[in-house]
C-alpha cells in the first residue's frame, strides 16, 4: 500500500495534454525531491525528471514538473502514442527512511 | 555508458533465500551514488526494497528489512541481494538500480529486470 496515490489513469488525444497527479504528506513529497519515471509494457522504468524538473539526457521538454505543499504533477504536452506507457512517481519519506513510489497511473493516447 | 544487469535463479523454492548480483558497467561503484533493488509483482506497481551506499551505509523497506539484504563488491563492480524465507508473495520482475535516493530521490539507471518465480 502505497504512501503516494497518483490517478489510475488519463488519456486524451494525440497533440493534446495531460497531466498527473501525486499525492503525498509532509513527510514525504513536502519536504523532499520527486521523480518521476516512465514504463513501456515489458521494460524497466525509465527516469524522466529529477531534481527540480531537471530532465535526463534524450528525454524532451514536452515532459516537465511542479509541487505544492505535499502534491506533484507531471504534465506532458504534444501526446504522442509513444507516450502510451505507466508512469510512477517517487520521493524518499524522512519518516519511513525509504524510498517510496506512487501507484502508478496509466497513459492511453485516444 | 553506465548499464546494469541482473543475474540469479528465476524459480526459487518457497522459504528459501532469493539472491540476485547485479554487475555495473560504464561506472564504478566505488565512485558514488547508491546502489539498489526494485521489485515489481506481475501486473502491479513498483516496490523499493532497498540501497546500499558504495562505503556500506544502507536503507531498507521497513515492510521487508527484517528478510532483506543488500552488499557491494567493488572490486567486482557488483552488488547482490539477498531476500530470506521467500513465498509466493515474493515473485516479481526484480529490477536493479543507480541513484542519489535519500538526497535528490531518484534512480536513473535501471538493469532490463529479472523474473524470479517462487514455486516449488
Known amino acids: 500500500q502505497s504512501v503516494l496515490t497518483q490517478p489510475p489513469s488519463v488519456s486524451a488525444a494525440p497533440g493534446q495534454k495531460v497531466t498527473i497527479s501525486c499525492s503525498g504528506s509532509?513527510?514525504?513529497?513536502?519536504?523532499?525531491?520527486v521523480s518521476w519515471f516512465q514504463q513501456l509494457p515489458g521494460t524497466a522504468p525509465k527516469l524522466l525528471i529529477y531534481?527540480?524538473?531537471k530532465r535526463p539526457s534524450g528525454i524532451p521538454d514536452r515532459f516537465s514538473d511542479s509541487k505544492s505543499g505535499t502534491s506533484a504533477t507531471l504534465g506532458i504536452t504534444g501526446l504522442q502514442t509513444g507516450d502510451e506507457a505507466d508512469y510512477y512517481c517517487g520521493t524518499w519519506d524522512s519518516s519511513l527512511s525509504a524510498f517510496v513510489f506512487g501507484t502508478g497511473t496509466k497513459v492511453t493516447v485516444l | 555508458q553506465v548499464q546494469l544487469q541482473e543475474s540469479g535463479p528465476g524459480l526459487v523454492k518457497p522459504s528459501e533465500t532469493l539472491s540476485l548480483t547485479c554487475t555495473v558497467s560504464g561506472y564504478s561503484i566505488s565512485s558514488g551514488y547508491y546502489w539498489g533493488w526494485i521489485r515489481q509483482t506481475p501486473g502491479k506497481g513498483l516496490e523499493w526494497i532497498g540501497s546500499?551506499?558504495?562505503?556500506?551505509?544502507?536503507y531498507y523497506n521497513p515492510t521487508l528489512k527484517s528478510r532483506v539484504s543488500i552488499s557491494v563488491d567493488t572490486d567486482k563492480n557488483q552488488f547482490s541481494l539477498k531476500l530470506k524465507s521467500v513465498t509466493a508473495a515474493d515473485t516479481a520482475v526484480y529490477f536493479c538500480a543507480r541513484g542519489n535516493v535519500v538526497a535528490k530521490a531518484y534512480c536513473d539507471y535501471w538493469g532490463p529486470g529479472t523474473l524470479v518465480t517462487v514455486s516449488s
Open positions: 509532509s513527510s514525504n513529497i513536502g519536504n523532499n525531491y
Open positions: 531534481d527540480n524538473g
Open positions: 546500499m551506499y558504495h562505503s556500506g551505509s544502507s
